[in-house]
Structures are given as structure tokens and as C-alpha cells.
Nanobody, 123 residues
Framework: QVQLVESGGGLVQAGGSLRLSCADS????????CAWFRQAPGKEREFVVA????????YYADSVKGRFTISRDNAKNTVALQMNSLQPEDTARYYC????????????????WGQGTQVTVSS
């Protein structure tokens, strides 16, 4: 069973940085691809970034390429999202998600979700 808990959100000024973390308490984390999605008020939940089970492959939404970096530590059962050059349009609740084996950009293909962590970027 996968149980995801996010942390690291907060309030930051435009141009600043935040690092989000997603931890899993299960014993098979290394078999799961992970992703971050985000949802702003009144908008659909959108794909941000995904990483393969080994960490060897990563996939980014165009809107965050060059600013966000995803990484994972399977020994610690964690996935991290380093967010740099944050802009007000990055304001959203960020969710960690997991699915077996293959990374995907499709929200509905992820059966496991955390509760989310709020990121607010002021101008």
C-alpha cells in the first residue's frame, strides 16, 4: 500500500524558491512512478512533473521546464520537487501522486494521492 504525505509548501515572493517533499510509508516505493500535479482555485488539476521508478526518466510540463527539478531517493522513500524562479501563476495546491511502474502525465492514471501542500507566490 502506498501512502503519500507532502510537505514543504509555504508563502514565497516572486523569484524565490521552495522545495517540496513527498514521503511514502510503504515498502515498495521503488516500484512506483511518482508525479506532482497542482490545482489552482477554480482550475483543473494539472500535470507538473513525473519521474520513473528508478529516477532515470523525468517529464516536465512546458510551464515549469528549466525552473523545477524532480528527484527521488528510493532508500528514503521520498520524492522531492525543487522549485526555483517561482511566479504568481505557480500558486496552487501541489499534490504528489504515484502509480506502478510507468510515469504518466495523465491525472486519472494515478491511483494514489497525497493530501497536498499549498504553495503561494506573492508578486
Amino acid at each position: 500500500q502506498v501512502q503519500l504525505v507532502e510537505s514543504g509548501g509555504g508563502l514565497v515572493q516572486a523569484g524565490g524558491s521552495l522545495r517540496l517533499s513527498c514521503a511514502d510509508s510503504g515498502r515498495t516505493f521503488r516500484n512506483y512512478a511518482c508525479a506532482w500535479f497542482r490545482q489552482a482555485p477554480g482550475k483543473e488539476r494539472e500535470f507538473v512533473v513525473a519521474i520513473s521508478p528508478s529516477g532515470g526518466n523525468t517529464y516536465y510540463a512546458d510551464s515549469v521546464k528549466g525552473r523545477f527539478t524532480i528527484s527521488r531517493d528510493n532508500a528514503k522513500n521520498t520524492v522531492a520537487l525543487q522549485m526555483n524562479s517561482l511566479q504568481p501563476e505557480d500558486t496552487a495546491r501541489y499534490y504528489c501522486a504515484a502509480r506502478r511502474l510507468f510515469a504518466s502525465e495523465v491525472r486519472n492514471e494515478y491511483p494514489y494521492w497525497g493530501q497536498g501542500t499549498q504553495v503561494t507566490v506573492s508578486s
